[in-house]
């Protein structure tokens, strides 16, 4: 099967910075598309960052020119550089993997989600 580990959320202040990892491991053939959501409290997920396995990349228009999305293919990892956070960046967020297991077999797996809160 297949495991996916977010790490690096938290608590900063307004202007500051995080870098969120997002890996998988177990059996896995290839990962196609990344991609990070985030949801607030009371609104719907929402798309953030998406990143393709030839490291195309797309983000939404709130984060655009704050947010860097990146991966690492050889360690599965998906990562999330956020800075200049403000407090509307404050959500759970949540990785998000197109694994191929097998050469035909695919599924989305998400991760868990991570907390990150940008207060003063």
């Known amino acids: 099967q297949v495991q996916v580990a977010e790490s690096g959320g938290g608590l900063v202040q307004p202007g500051g910075s995080l870098r969120l990892s997002c890996a998988a491991s177990?059996?896995?053939?290839?990962?196609?598309?990344m991609g990070w959501y985030r949801q607030a409290p009371g609104n719907q997920r929402e798309l953030v960052a998406t990143?393709?396995?030839?490291?195309?990349?797309y983000y939404e228009t709130s984060v655009k020119g704050r947010f860097t999305i990146s991966r690492d293919n050889a360690k599965n990892t998906v990562y999330l550089q956020m800075n200049s956070l403000k407090p509307e960046d404050t959500a759970v967020y949540y990785c998000s993997l197109e694994i191929y297991s097998t050469f035909s077999s695919k599924r989305d797996y998400w991760g868990q989600g991570i907390q990150v809160t940008v207060s003063s």
């Open positions: 990143i393709t396995r030839g490291y195309d990349s």
């Open positions: 177990g059996r896995i053939f290839s990962i196609n598309a």
